[in-house]
């Protein structure tokens, strides 16, 4: 097992059952409870300390939309922006399409006049920062982030959540660390949304290396954006089949030598009908 594979199971298991997630949220989340709608408060504010906290647990978060679907009078709008919100920086896992299908299934209670349901109109802008995000178009998601048209999801929502643009950084430090081995920091500035002293104190702590006189930012070698060439020997037996093949053959000739013999007594019985025929024309 190589290194980036053994970073994907790591990953993957930490993604399954967080460390930081308390004993009360995993029994919640493993059992039969996480359907009961009594539990859903304390998953709720699960999700706030999550907010707070910069920690994540997307089947925690799950388990809420799985609530509201099953019981549409315990929807609230502005959690389930805030579960889009830390899912939006989960690449490469599908956090965000997980919620979104959930949210797909559930009925929609009666718009109230007093509180308008912000989801509608933030969703198709939640929906395209995730777009963004999975192609890598990272310059292009940071130019629709600070336009005027999320305005009111910054100011209302990434606002409180803590660490959120850093999060989106380390979406772009995932792809740039498995495709380059070296490149600009201009370009890389476009990807981050820093530049001068920022982007070069965040090099650092990434523990890459600016080299001032070129404006190139090298990066250590990994397992993903090193091309080594690699043969791969695989050494096949197949006795059953070799066996399989013997007893074909020796199937086919018995087969032959049957119908050899039945060809011979065939010309034998031919040969007396003719016999018989001769004799008795004399």
């Not at 290194?3 to 199971?9: D, I, R, W």
């Not at 001068?196 to 190139?216: F, I, N, P, R």
């Not at 080594?228 to 013997?246: A, D, Y």
Request: with cysteine; glycine share 2%.
């Amino acid at each position: 097992m190589d290194g980036g594979q053994f970073e994907a199971m790591t990953s993957a298991a930490t993604w399954a059952s967080p460390p930081t997630r308390p004993p009360l949220i995993e029994t919640l989340v493993s059992g039969v409870d996480r359907y009961n709608p009594s539990n859903v408060s304390i998953l709720e504010d699960y999700l706030y300390h999550q907010i707070r906290s910069e920690e994540y647990d997307c089947l925690a978060n799950l388990a809420i939309l799985k609530l509201y679907q099953f019981n549409p009078d315990l929807y609230n709008p502005d959690v389930v922006i805030n579960i889009l919100i830390k899912a939006l920086t989960s690449s490469p896992f599908p956090d965000f399409n997980l919620c979104i299908s959930l949210l797909d299934e559930r009925t929609a209670p009666a718009p109230s006049a007093d509180e308008p349901d912000p989801l509608p109109q933030l969703l198709p802008l939640l929906t395209q920062l995730h777009a963004l995000l999975h192609q890598c178009r990272f310059p292009a998601f940071w130019a629709l982030y600070r336009s005027d048209n999320v305005e009111q999801l910054r100011d209302n929502y990434t606002v409180e959540c803590v660490g959120f643009e850093d999060a989106v950084r380390e979406v772009a430090v995932r792809a740039v660390k498995a495709a380059f081995t070296s490149i600009g920091s201009e370009r890389l500035g476009t990807y981050l949304d820093l530049s001068k002293d920022d982007l070069k104190a965040y090099v650092e702590k990434l523990g890459w290396t600016l080299d001032a006189s070129t404006g190139v930012v090298s990066i250590p070698p990994n397992p993903d954006n090193q091309i080594e060439s690699t043969v791969v020997q695989e050494n096949i037996q197949l006795p059953r089949t070799s066996s399989r093949n013997s007893s074909a053959s020796d199937t086919r000739l018995i087969s032959n030598v049957h119908l050899s013999r039945a060809h011979k007594s065939h010309r034998a019985r031919s040969a007396d009908v003719i016999t018989c025929c001769i004799r008795c024309v004399n």
